[in-house]
């Protein structure tokens, strides 16, 4: 399996910007919000 792409802070980070903004914390909209990377990771 290949090394993961996004730190554990990164997404932490992109969850709690997107729930600041009042939207749902997705596979997909955390994908957007660091710019890439697998949602099922």
């Known amino acids: ?6 730190t554990l802070e990164e997404i ?3 969850g709690e910007a997107l729930q600041a ?7 997909f909209a955390l994908r957007q ?3 890439g990377g697998n949602p099922n990771r």
């Open 1 to 6: 399996m290949r090394p993961a792409e996004f």
């Open 12 to 14: 932490v980070q992109a």
């Open 21 to 27: 903004a009042g939207r749902n914390v997705t596979g």
């Open 33 to 35: 919000r660091v710019g």
